[in-house]
């Protein structure tokens, strides 16, 4: 049963230490998508790729999250330095291009 | 501006009692209309695809409908596992895949 993995599944900090999240999308699939939820503003997309290429990173604050595939099997997305305004749950979701998306179990992240 | 409004935010049944769930959207040319279904502490759980106005699709007790302006999701005879957040996604045409997500609808089904 192939699924998409996300590690760590909880994280606490402290306002301006860094955060990585990783992803392993589900084998075959080339598009990635990273997505913050919210109570506030529900799902939200920051930013995906295909084939590895980033095609859209437009809702991501770009001075301090950063996004990247170093390989087909991982994707990362990075926040330095964290801010306790990023305390929410980070989604990677992967598919084929402009198909259905599959998402993980999530990242819960908390910046004190 | 592509836009997803579900209603109503919660919806409380008994278990047996049928409802319907609707995702009302604006949209610069359709791809296709997603389902997800959302248990807490766990990532969107994938549903349906629709892709056009009088499409329909069922899965156990939950069945998807569209029109050119909102998609239902159906849930007869519902049972306490259904209880959940349904989301609604659109994704548009030329947008690379991108989903543009509705807040939810709460599902809460009493035995």
């Known amino acids: 049963d192939a699924r998409v993995t996300q590690t760590p599944r909880h994280k606490v900090t402290e306002m301006g230490q860094e955060v990585t999240m990783r992803c392993q999308p589900i084998l075959g699939h080339n598009t990635v998508f990273w997505y913050r939820q919210t109570m506030m503003q529900g799902l939200e997309l920051l930013a995906y790729?295909?084939?590895?290429?980033?095609?859209?990173d437009s809702g991501m604050p770009k001075d301090r999250f950063s996004a990247e595939m170093p390989d087909a099997t991982l994707a990362t997305l990075k926040i330095q330095p964290s801010e306790p305004r990023d305390s929410a749950v980070y989604f990677c979701a992967s598919g084929p291009p402009a198909d259905t998306q599959y998402f993980g179990p999530g990242t819960r992240l908390t910046v004190l | 501006e592509d836009q997803v409004t579900q209603s109503p935010e919660a919806l409380r049944l008994q278990e047996g009692e049928s409802s319907s769930l609707n995702c009302s959207y604006t949209?610069?040319?359709?791809?296709?209309l997603f389902w997800y279904r959302q248990d807490p502490g766990k990532g969107p759980e994938f549903l349906f695809t629709?892709?056009?106005a009088g499409e329909e699709k069922e899965k156990e007790r939950l069945k998807a409908t569209l029109t050119k302006k909102e998609s239902f999701l159906h849930i007869t005879a519902p049972k306490p596992e259904d209880s959940a957040t349904y989301l609604c996604?659109?994704?548009?045409?030329?947008?690379?895949?991108?989903?543009?997500f509705g807040q939810g609808t709460e599902l809460s089904v009493k035995p």
């Open positions: 996604a659109v994704q548009a045409n030329n947008q690379g895949g991108k989903l543009i």
């Open positions: 629709l892709y056009s």
């Open positions: 790729f295909r084939n590895r290429a980033p095609l859209d």
């Open positions: 949209v610069s040319g359709l791809r296709g």
